[in-house]
């Protein structure tokens, strides 16, 4: 039978991994939420920044997080490069744009799927790092040291996002663009130039992102299949481009997962997420907190 | 007009009979086992179009409808035995079923939201066929092929004029749809959904009605898989490679017109099964998602609309 101790675990684990949940789709909320790019390839872009991970820890035993911080750069210009080429081959063009725009990403997604085959295998990867793979004893629980670790970096990272959106000018400028663009240009400003900015921190975030998604359990070519459902659900969920909403929508994913785990069993776990999307986009699909668009 | 329908009708029967004819001339397994592909992948990306181009819902999905497909045949032939038609016909109207619970269910959902919940709806049939014993659960099931009708060689290959079959009712159900008023009333709620209601298209109604056609035909090209491949499995009846494989398709053919997603199979399907035979699989998809992205990007109409562009617009209005 299913026990106290037991449903307590679930919990507390699911909290944790909630956590970590947001830190993976923050960056979605921004790129999707704010900006409406459909970023279908969000998830496939964690999964290339944790293989850059694993390439800085395999090759020169960089811990996990530093050798995210180091990519975060990188990801940054590649989301400035990305925003800009779909801007200008879809947005600029107007009409249709979304049947095309979607198809695009998709078609991105799948080719860096194929290059991550390509050019590491395709067998499950992991890190080393002095706190993969022990673990803290509070009762009769046993709390994975890594869970905690990406537990810490994903608030920190979301908290972050979250004042960076709120107290800073590019934030609220960000913020701006998504609520009213032709505003924004009619006050002088360019509108382009804020979303790319906003797409490059939407990107640069996924460095930290991805080192955390290979801290916490190992990673293979099509992980961003299984991620697609999660982000989604949690950016949705949330209501669009609301961090704070980001933040519970992905604790209520990471606790829904964790108990259907540890009663029905792992079989069930991958539809749990996809399932909860469908719930919402059904129900209820300006999400907890939306903005109406 | 008339004069097209009946040069149309006789192509197809035409076509049928060469098909037919290949059947009782050529030994060799080989052309029916990459021949069937092709065909099944003409029906699948027919049958996207149908949502995809002509109403401009872009179905992520293709893996939920194909699977079921291969899983309603699984079924059936463990359970009853039931001969290939019955397959093929309760599939379809498994599928249709599924597309009108995915169409009531997408209602008022739009562009990447409608995307986004076709792929979920796929991963959650996934996942439940896996826990599905009866059906051979993750570890997929072995399947025997019962004796094929006397006028054909061998299962395969009247699999494979099955499917022509197919191809050809799944290539008039398109043709009919865009030449129809439902075409028209799916390409007006494609450019502006909410003008369209208002000047009295019935939009809910033709996309739930698009839905159903699309999901009948899809879960139909499916059915006979199982036979194929005498082996069923989830991960590999629900592949996402599907999805996207039948998006490029169509994309690349160009959804303005029936015949783009057709062109768009058969290039792609050739090109698939030459690189099959001499490279890797992934460098498959590698091309497949290049060819994809560059079309989206340089030829949006697709070949159709290159083709068009080339020949100065003699090809407009044709139907």
């Known amino acids: ?35 409406d790019v459909p970023h279908v390839a969000h998830p496939a872009f964690l999964v290339l920044a944790s293989y850059g991970v694993f390439f800085l820890n395999d090759s020169y035993d960089i811990d996990p997080l530093l050798a995210g911080l180091m990519i975060t750069p990188l990801l940054f210009v590649f989301g400035l490069v990305a925003y ?76 972050l996002l979250s004042l960076y959106l709120s107290k800073t000018f590019m934030g609220r400028a960000i913020r701006a663009v998504a609520q009213d663009q032709e505003a924004l240009r009619l006050m002088g400003a360019n509108p382009v130039k804020i979303k790319q900015w906003a797409f490059g921190i939407a990107t640069a ?73 469908l719930g919402v986009l059904a129900i209820r699909p300006q999400g907890l907190f939306g903005r109406r668009s | 007009m008339k004069r097209n329908s009946a040069a149309f009708w006789i192509a ?13 001339v050529v030994s060799n397994e080989y052309p029916f086992f ?24 872009v179905n992520f999905g293709t893996n939920a409808f194909f699977g079921v497909g291969i899983y309603t045949a699984v079924f059936l032939t463990k359970a009853t035995g039931a001969s290939l038609a019955v397959q093929i016909a309760v599939a379809a109207s498994v599928g249709a079923l599924l597309g009108l619970g995915v169409g009531l ?22 996942t439940s066929v896996t826990n599905w014993r009866y059906v051979g659960g993750a570890a997929g099931i072995q399947l025997q092929r019962p004796p094929a009708l ?82 069923a499995d989830p991960s590999s009846a629900f592949n996402l490679n599907y999805s996207v494989t039948v998006l490029a ?37 590698l091309v497949l998602g290049v060819m994809l992205v560059l079309f989206v990007v340089a030829a949006p109409e697709g070949i159709l609309g290159l083709v068009r562009r080339v020949s100065g617009n003699r090809g407009e209005g044709r139907g």
């Open chain 1, 1 to 35: 039978m299913f026990s106290m101790d037991l449903l307590l675990n679930a919990v507390v684990t699911g909290v944790l991994v909630g956590c970590f949940y947001a830190a993976v789709s923050v960056g979605l909320s921004v790129s999707f939420g704010l900006l």
């Open chain 2, 12 to 24: 197809m029967a035409l076509f049928l009979a060469a098909m037919f004819l290949m059947t009782q």
């Open chain 2, 249 to 285: 398709m169509a994309l690349i053919g160009g959804t303005a017109h029936w015949i783009g997603p057709v062109v768009g199979a058969i290039v792609l399907g050739v090109t698939q099964q030459l690189l099959a035979v001499t490279i890797s699989s992934e460098v498959n998809v």
């Open chain 2, 150 to 231: 006397d006028m054909f060689h061998s299962y395969l290959q009247m699999l494979f004029f099955v499917q022509a079959m197919l191809a050809v009712l799944a290539i008039a159900t398109s043709r009919y749809i865009q030449r129809s008023w439902i075409g028209h009333g799916l390409q007006a709620l494609r450019d502006d959904e909410l003008a369209a209601e208002c000047t009295g298209v019935p939009t809910l109604r033709l996309k739930l009605l698009a839905c159903v056609v699309s999901g009948a035909l899809m879960c139909a090209a499916g059915a006979p898989g199982a036979m194929y491949l005498q082996y």
């Open chain 1, 84 to 159: 800009r080429v779909y801007y200008e081959t879809f947005e600029k063009r107007g009409s249709d744009a979304g049947v095309r725009g979607i198809a695009f990403l998709f078609g991105i997604a799948f080719i860096i799927e194929v290059l991550i085959i390509l050019q590491f295998g395709v067998d499950q990867r992991s890190v080393s790092a002095s706190y993969i793979g022990k673990a803290w004893r509070i009762a009769d629980m046993r709390i994975p040291v890594r869970l905690l670790v990406a537990f810490a970096v994903a608030s920190g990272l979301t908290i």
């Open chain 1, 205 to 277: 975030v996924l460095g930290i992102a991805g080192a955390l998604l290979i801290i916490v359990s190992p990673v293979e070519p099509t992980l961003d299949r299984a991620y697609i459902g999660r982000t989604f659900c949690v950016v949705v969920m949330a209501g669009l481009g609301s961090i704070t909403g980001t933040l519970i929508a992905a604790i209520i994913l990471g606790v829904a997962e964790s108990i259907v785990l540890s009663t029905l069993g792992a079989s069930w776990a991958p539809a749990i997420s996809f399932a909860m999307l």
């Open chain 2, 34 to 57: 990459a021949g069937y592909v092709i065909l099944q992948f003409i029906v699948l990306a027919v049958s996207w179009s149908i949502l995809g181009g002509y109403a401009g819902y």
């Open chain 2, 105 to 126: 269910l997408t209602l008022r959902m739009q562009g990447i939201f409608f995307s986004i919940a076709t792929i979920a709806l796929s991963i959650v049939i996934e």
